[in-house]
């Protein structure tokens, strides 16, 4: 099991977006989570990469202890939980490249400084994976010169350059035009081929129904319903749910 | 040669070597202030109140009140109080530059906010240490977005050294003045307009080249 997350709870302001969350993620899974805006999905990703702290409960990432406050050992040393950071990659909404950074050197310089690999394999390496994401002929453009959905190949690729055990999506197409969407999920789909382990939290129904081994289904804080995406899509029998999917086909 | 009674020709030589004392006072103040300024926006940034609170106590009474009356406090003040003096040169290079640092305190913090959280996250998630996302990620994008009002305060700190002629520090315009009144004539004054006016052409030609050299990507 790479990543086990036990009651996992956050509070903004009094108001609890995370009411006791668990997960366990499992080698070459790929997981997605769909709910509706504001159903905490975002903070769950944002907790298990240490962008956010949890209020309670526990998490452990390829072996190695996030926090526990179950038994009130509250969060690691600020050395675990880097190399905890190291195990994990993430991929946001909105890219966030570093906007001075050609593309190939926003592959090549975390590879670098901070794990260490002398610049000619970095370089290889990061051509290697923007060959993969059909970007060879950019590497020396900036980000402001490219599209969207450029960018965010960009994106997965400086995340992939670490070779993280994990690879989390945060609504990796949700800032794109419709017409960019397809090539992102083009590549989350080959990586899947790639038994990448990956949790992807996304509003692409058929994506998910499609990508996914596990889909979740989160409201309020809350997990509602995880399961087979077949059974989750094809003939869920949970009324909140059923209300959800039936909404978002709607629009 | 004489203009307007005034001997130009003897004049303009001690006029030019008054203005190395200008861009000297320009230039120490620049080597002071910026790295000064950077410590002040750092320090205002600092959640502990310890820290921000005097610092911004410190940068309201030197942007509260004139550069002149600085001036004058460093040259007088440490007698009238400890007994001891700075001498010309250095009261006036602090107050120079303890002046200008508040300044571009304000400047570089405003600079460093403007920076997107998504960017510290990023490099927090790609394992950078809090310095190197500082040193890589941050203060390079802040240089950019700072050169413009950077430049700005660098063509008033131009004119601002002829108040160093307060404490009788003989620069270029104290040089002008005197030789006004002793010719009786404006000429000396048209003089120094131009000398200032030529430095801060520098100035503004040196920034518009240095904005260029970053213009290679968009924030």
Known sequence: MLLKADNLQKQFDNTSVLKGISLAVNEGEVIAIIGPSGSGKSTLLRCLTQLEKVDAGRIEVCGKLMVDTISGLGYSDPKTLHEIILEVGLVFQ????????????NIVDAQVKVLGVDKQTAVDKAMDLLDKMNLRSRSNAYPCEMSGGQQQRVAIARALALNPRILFFDEPTSALDPELTGEILKVIRSLAEEKMTMVIVTHEMAFARDVADRVIFMDEGVIVEAGKPEELFGNTQNQRTKDFLQRFNQN | MRIDNVPIDLLIPNMLSASVKTLQIFFLTIILSIPLGF????????????????VRI?????????LMLQLFFFMYGPYYIFGFTFGRDLACILAFAINYAA??????????????????EA??????????????IVLPQVIKIVIPSTGN???????????????????L????????????STVPIVVAALFYLIMNTIVEISFKIIEKKFDYYKN
């Open chain 1, 94 to 105: 909105n890219f966030i490249l570093f906007p001075h950074y050609s593309v190939l050197r």
């Open chain 2, 39 to 54: 410590l002040v926006a750092l320090a205002r940034r600092s959640k502990y109140r310890i820290i921000n609170i005097p």
């Open chain 2, 58 to 66: 410190y940068q309201l009474i030197f942007r509260g009140t004139p």
């Open chain 2, 103 to 120: 300044y571009f305190g304000e400047i570089f913090r405003g600079g460093i906010g403007s920076i997107p959280k998504g960017q510290y």
């Open chain 2, 123 to 136: 490099a927090k998630v790609l394992g950078y240490t809090k310095f190197q996302t500082f040193m890589r």
């Open chain 2, 153 to 171: 305060e660098l063509m008033t700190l131009v004119k601002d050294t002829s108040l160093a002629q307060s404490i009788a520090v003989i620069e």
């Open chain 2, 173 to 184: 315009f104290r040089v002008a003045t005197t030789a006004g009144s002793k010719y009786a």
